[in-house]
């Protein structure tokens, strides 16, 4: 899947695929060990609730961050480029939950021969509630 | 008046001397393969990763003509040195904190082999009150470079102390 999506065919307001995961120790366990993030917090559930969630062990924002771009990707295709993303934490990862990519196209420009594409992303758990209000701008062709 | 209204400013003398000032720089250890495949692996788990980050003879046919790494790739995991942690935090007023976010701007894919070197420098703050008493946002800009100095990407990361 070299690209999927050319510039000309994607329009203002248009969605891109949602991209889901369940999350929990499986997720974690496994970013932890990758990007050497062995937090307690993500770990245990005494430390997530002295860390205040109720919940116990929550996950770590990075795998959101990651879960959008992987969206990104899945949707543009291997060779498309990615030139930004972004985004703010607004609620923890309980363990169980299932978080979901979406994303609109709010704006196309071409800007210096670039054909660009300004996206405002979200990572929503099950119950709709937004915890990762972000952005992406890809290059098209 | 309570203890969080009598601390007037969040930002120390410290700070003040940071600000824009780039921090020494970090070289991780050259890009291995086994590194990118695994990284992918945990970041699709339970779904097969795209082959871009494990198929050589794939990855030969894309305009990258080898195996490239996520853009989320972090190559200086486990490092031999590390600072000490704090775990769980302070409770103290002006000593929490939590991650605000980040946004991030790429250049060149991540290549195996490639040897990346960071450099760090505190951006600025923006301190205000907010449901959590006395809030400051500080901003750190992060720079990453391959060994050929092209860019590879800038994180700007937002975070929150209150």
């Known amino acids: ?131 990762s209000p972000g952005h992406a701008v890809v290059v098209l062709d | 008046m309570t203890t969080e209204e009598q601390i007037p400013t969040l930002v120390t003398p410290e700070m003040e001397a940071q600000k824009g000032v780039w921090g020494e720089e970090r ?14 692996i945990a970041s699709y788990w339970p779904d097969k990763p795209p082959r871009l980050y494990w198929d050589e003879e794939y990855a030969a046919g894309t305009r990258y003509g080898e195996i490239v790494a996520p853009q989320d790739f972090n190559p200086f995991a486990w490092p031999i040195e590390r600072p000490p942690r704090v775990e769980g935090g302070s409770r103290q007023p002006g000593q929490r904190g939590m991650n605000g976010g980040q946004v991030e701007t790429y250049g060149v894919p991540m290549r195996i082999g490639d040897v990346i070197t960071s450099r760090t420098r505190l951006k600025g703050w923006n301190e205000r009150t907010t449901s959590l008493g006395l809030t400051m946002f500080t901003e750190t800009e992060i720079e ?17 102390r209150y």
């Open chain 1, 1 to 131: 899947m070299p690209v999927n999506v050319t510039f000309d065919s994607l329009n203002v307001g248009d969605s891109i695929p949602e991209w889901s995961r369940e999350t929990d120790f499986m997720n974690w366990n496994r970013y932890a060990a990758v990007n050497d993030e062995f937090v307690y917090i993500h770990m245990d559930d005494e430390a997530g609730k002295a860390a205040l969630n109720e919940q116990g062990a929550f996950g770590m924002g990075n795998l959101r961050y990651t879960y959008m771009l992987n969206a990104l990707r899945d949707w543009l295709g291997d060779e498309a480029e990615i030139r930004e993303c972004g985004l703010q934490y607004r609620a923890r990862n309980q363990k169980h939950d299932v978080l979901t990519v979406t994303g609109t196209v709010t704006e196309k420009a071409t800007e210096n021969g670039e054909n660009l594409v300004r996206l405002e992303l979200n990572v929503v758990n099950q119950d709709g509630d937004s915890t």
């Open chain 2, 144 to 160: 990453w470079r391959n060994q050929r100095g092209e860019h590879v990407k800038t994180r700007i990361s937002t975070g929150i």
């Open chain 2, 27 to 40: 070289v991780a250890p050259p890009i291995e393969a086994s590194d990118i495949r695994k990284w992918a």
